[in-house]
């Protein structure tokens, strides 16, 4: 099984820029393809940002399209978020996800989460 720690989240005025970082532990952990997941209050968790396994093939939601990026080194079993530009409809917990499943499943029982990370952005 994979176990995932994120790292990174805080307090950030509109218009920052921030890293998240999400570092893979067990077993074949850089066969699985990596995403972010983002929940804000009230509202239904939803995918940010996916990579293939390989890191040849990307996804992104429409609102963080040319703001954020993500990235995976597989030698360090790290997958990362740049977020540019921030916006304060940002603002919500950064869950990194795992799974052997393209594009990721937010609802399949093997998809693997971390504990999330808070991003707040402020006006």
């Known amino acids: 099984q994979v176990q995932l720690v994120e790292s990174g989240g805080g307090l950030v005025q509109a218009g920052d820029s921030l890293r998240l970082s999400c570092a893979a532990s067990?077993?074949?952990?850089?066969?699985?393809?990596m995403g972010w997941f983002r929940q804000a209050p009230g509202k239904v968790r939803e995918s940010v940002a996916q990579?293939?396994?390989?890191?040849?093939?990307?996804n992104y939601a429409d609102s963080v399209k040319g703001r954020f990026t993500i990235s995976r080194d597989n030698a360090k079993n790290t997958v990362y978020l740049q977020m540019n530009s921030l916006k304060p409809e940002d603002t919500a917990v950064y869950y990194c996800?795992?799974?052997?499943?393209?594009?990721?499943?937010?609802?399949?029982?093997?998809?693997?989460w971390g504990q999330g990370t808070q991003i707040t952005v402020s006006s």
């Open positions: 996800t795992a799974s052997t499943t393209w594009p990721i499943p937010p609802g399949r029982w093997s998809t693997v």
């Open positions: 990579i293939l396994w390989s890191g040849g093939g990307t």
């Open positions: 067990g077993r074949a952990s850089s066969k699985y393809h």
